[in-house]
């Protein structure tokens, strides 16, 4: 009876379900940073980020709750690698709350840069995979 909880355990590190344990730590900062950016400016009351991993990249959805199709809110490009985040608005309505903003701060004070996204990211096709 004793090898149950570990056959479980390997067979929750070597399945999809690993992924239930959350983001990467950077990813999990840039969430947070864009949540207190939404409600520090008051642009959703309330605001929800949920983040996404569409391939190889991982997006930030920040919108209004309950969230809908017609106002899917800010869409963000995440980057992070070695402790240090980063958010690229990627949709019209992310550019336009993040506005001329040059970095955004988590609740523990750490910067998280705004950079440009690259060109040719599919938009439509990333949102579908929020809703």
Known sequence: MRW??????????????????????????????????????????????????VQAAYYILCGPVPR??????????????????TVAPVNGKAKGHIGSAGVISAADGKAVPVIQAPAGIDVTGILEKFF
């Open 4 to 53: 149950i909880p570990l056959a479980v355990a390997a067979l929750l590190a070597a399945s999809p379900a690993a992924a239930f344990f959350g983001p990467p730590a950077e990813i999990a900062a840039a969430k947070e940073a864009l949540e207190l950016h939404y409600i520090n400016r008051k642009i959703y009351s309330p605001v929800s980020c949920r983040y996404e991993k």
């Open 68 to 85: 809908d199709r017609q106002t899917p809110g800010g869409l963000f490009l995440v980057t992070g690698e070695r402790g240090q985040s």
